[in-house]
């Protein structure tokens, strides 16, 4: 089993900048060859995909943050980011970490980002 933490979500102004972290409780091996997420979420709607890190450190992004959002890994912390600049107040979500691995697939418990404007 995998556990994931995030943390770094709060409160910025418009134009802002934040830096979630994703820490996973597994073993390095694992989390190096896992795939890491993230994912994030308003009341009332589903689930968008917000990028991908893959093993190689090749990034994919969701059209709606690409260029503004960075998504990057340490496998040796076992730990993935997710820095966002330039911050929209359509950007304000609860946002979720996602690992896909030999051990299956699982979330994180989410970090609220608020985008003020």
């Known amino acids: 089993q995998v556990q994931l933490v995030e943390s770094g979500g709060g409160l910025v102004q418009a134009g802002g900048s934040l830096r979630l972290t994703c820490a996973a409780s597994t073993t390095t091996s694992i989390f190096s060859v896992s795939v890491m997420a993230w994912y994030r979420q308003t009341p009332g709607k589903q689930r968008e995909w917000v990028a991908d890190v893959f093993r190689g450190d090749s990034t994919i992004y969701a059209n709606s943050v690409k260029g503004r959002f960075t998504i990057s890994r340490d496998n040796a912390k076992k730990t993935a980011y997710l820095q966002m600049n330039g911050l929209k107040p359509e950007d304000t979500a609860v946002y979720y970490c996602?690992?896909?691995?030999?051990?299956?697939?699982?979330w994180g418990q989410g970090t609220q980002v608020t985008v003020s404007s």
């Open positions: 996602k690992s896909s691995g030999p051990l299956g697939t699982y």
